[in-house]
């Protein structure tokens, strides 16, 4: 082998070398590129810093920005950061904020079939059958035709997060019959409201964080929000004894989170999927974690703030059953209202048919092994 041949191989080799070490390069570099394109997204909640809806709402976001791989990112802010949490559909809309963690109620004022996707009458079916209704019985479709046909409105929501049954609520003296309820002075939203309207109640829509003081003042007599563990955190226990669990007034509802939708369609594809898929993950994760936490707060009530816990009496079970039944005569006046309900009703026909039939008999089970605990 030649002296030449030698050198221009060697030539050869520190280049291909050269033009390796600088591929390596921009590969490694790439990273910092993305990091540079991400999209921050302002995500405003409807509930104070301490509730434990916020720590669900943390969730959702959690999710986002752990898979996103620092392309999109999620900044949490909580209730009235931007806007006022009954008016973070107008801040979403609007651009103010670019989501929001909320539910379809506080904007009931906008629209009365807001409510039929998460506080309207009850026909049998629990917010997990109602989740299904709305992935897979048209739910989803519907409530897209009020948002964008029917409102006009430059906004996009997922639901997450089946809730359970709201109770009745906090009292200062037990509710004995429907009767005991007029008059009264009670805190409730959305179509609740014309729901303990009609069996006579005074009504007052308020946020989570003005009930108590509220309550102080003597502006409502009793109210209901959504669950021991929110309850207990901004101090319904310090202004009442009586807890009053199971209720027809807000049986099937969920979170929405809500998304501009300008935004949302300037998104690439994959990260449209990461929103609408996190809201997925996070609806087992916060419904999971409200059982455990749930029913902490529920034996702590009990237990060492002696909270008087009891289960709502059947006649005031009957009673809302009845007064739902005037409601939805006025609501199916809305020929699009009726559509909605007319779908709930198919859906639950069916599959709660399914699941009331084949279920097994927890009741009788629980009994079994916890003699004497469940009082109903």
Excluded: C
């Excluded at 509730?51 to 990112?73: C, H, P, S, W």
């Excluded at 949302?264 to 997925?280: D, G, I, R, T, W």
């Excluded at 994760?285 to 702590?300: G, N, T, V």
């Amino acid at each position: 082998m030649t002296k030449t041949t030698d050198t221009a191989k060697t030539t050869s080799r520190r280049k291909f070398l050269a033009g390796a070490a600088m591929a390596g390069a921009a590969t490694v570099a790439m990273p910092q590129i993305s990091r540079a394109q991400t999209t921050t997204l302002k995500l405003q909640t409807s509930w104070p810093a301490s509730d434990i809806f916020t720590e669900m709402a943390q969730q959702y976001v959690d999710r986002v920005n752990n898979v996103a791989g620092g392309r999109l990112k999620i900044d949490l802010l909580h209730a009235g950061a931007v806007v006022h949490p009954f008016q973070v559909l107008d801040g979403v809309h609007g651009g103010q904020i670019d989501m929001a963690h909320t539910v379809t109620v506080y904007w009931y004022g906008k629209h009365r079939a807001a409510s039929l996707f998460g506080t309207g009458p009850v026909f049998g079916f629990n917010a997990n059958e109602g989740l299904g209704w709305i992935h897979n019985g048209g739910g989803k479709e519907l409530f897209d035709e009020l948002q964008t046909k029917i409102m006009k409105l430059n906004v996009k929501s997922f639901f997450s997060m089946p809730m359970p049954t709201q109770p009745l609520g906090w009292f200062k003296k037990p509710v004995g019959s429907a009767n005991d309820l007029k008059g009264l002075k009670y805190r409730t939203v959305g179509l609740a409201a014309n729901l303990f309207q009609a069996l006579g109640a005074s009504v007052a829509q308020l946020p989570g964080g003005e009930i108590v003081p509220a309550m102080q003042r003597g502006v409502i007599d009793a109210f209901e929000f959504n669950n021991p563990t929110s309850d207990k955190r901004f101090g319904a226990q310090d202004v009442a004894k009586n807890y009053m669990m199971g209720s027809h007034h807000q049986a099937t509802e969920y979170f929405e989170i809500m998304v501009n939708r300008t935004k949302f369609n300037a998104m690439p594809k994959e990260q449209q999927l990461m929103l609408e898929y996190a809201s997925e993950a996070a609806s087992s994760a916060s419904e999971w974690r409200a059982y455990d936490q749930y029913s902490k707060d529920l034996q702590e009530l009990i237990s060492k703030d002696k909270v008087n816990v009891i289960r709502t009496p059947q006649s005031i079970f009957d009673a809302q059953i009845k007064a739902w039944d005037g409601l939805i005569k006025d609501l199916e006046k809305d020929p699009f209202m009726k559509r909605v309900m007319d779908s709930q009703k198919a859906w639950v026909r069916r599959v709660v048919y399914y699941n009331l039939l084949n279920a097994t008999d927890y009741k009788g089970a629980f009994n079994h092994h916890f003699p004497g605990v469940l009082k109903m």
